[in-house]
């Protein structure tokens, strides 16, 4: 461990983007994996807490940019 670990600003909070109301959270659940359209890349996909419970097994088709194969 360093110094400047100890002594400066703490690391930024993991966020991701919620897949049923688009909304950033820090408190993001892992849904689903699914593979990447370009086959090797697994792709995660995270919900809000208060979205989690609804989310059905996938992934679907419409999830995924068509260009970049992310959601």
């Known amino acids: ?29 892992a849904v689903r994996h699914a593979g990447g359209l370009g086959g090797g890349n697994t792709v ?12 059905a097994p996938g992934p679907f088709g419409d999830e995924f940019d068509p260009v970049t194969g992310r959601p």
């Open 44 to 55: 995660a996909l995270y919900a809000c807490p208060a979205h989690a419970p609804t989310v």
């Open 1 to 29: 461990m360093t110094r400047d670990a100890l002594t400066g600003p703490p690391p930024k909070p993991f966020t991701a983007r919620c897949v049923v109301c688009h909304r950033r959270t820090a408190a993001a659940v």
